[in-house]
């Protein structure tokens, strides 16, 4: 019990401490130092070449070719896209079938919305996520530590779910229902197919022992 509760503390501290310190200060000197060497269009273009407009979703970050992207100025698709990756599954989700978002573009985006962090080392915050869907004039809210998640969900239509799996891994997945089965898409990184299953999300959180940090819930809705 007291090892949980220390294990708890400590986590929500090192959450803070990426939130409050990183983000501000450390990700916006990184990114100014981007933009002075026009790098972020050197990757952008960079992008676009490894990644072409597609009409399907992205399943498996770490499959090729998307395990080549540059993710800001430190990262790469198949350690650190889960994020825009996820961004990308929602939107094509979302918007009419013969409108595909296109994955550089997202990732050229966050980067000038300063969205991810480190360099892209930890990742996109989630907080840049809900507002690059609102720039996009799609309907979002967060929640962090979320409660009746699958309620919420089906509700929303679709959402862009990050957990913890109470180890070294954090990650986002774009989730919706299909009647009595959730759908979750780039589960592991190496899928080859959309995961999906009967039981509720929050039995497969638990069963999983993932903590769920944070959801930012869309529906069909434009602003």
Known sequence: MIKNLIGFIISRTLQAVSFLVFNPFLINLLNLLNLSKNSVETRWLQNGKISKPINRFIIGQRNCPQCYLKIGLLGNG????????????????????????NIADIIRKLEYMVGFNIGGLLGTNPVVIRDFLRTEKINANIQFLPKNIDFQIKKANVAILLFWDKKTRVHYVMAHFVNEYFWIYNLTGFDKKIHKDKTSIEEWLEKSNYLAVAIILSDFSHL
């Open 78 to 101: 198949g350690n650190h896209g889960c994020g825009a990756i996820a961004i990308y599954n929602a939107m094509k989700f979302i918007c009419e079938k013969d409108k595909n978002p």
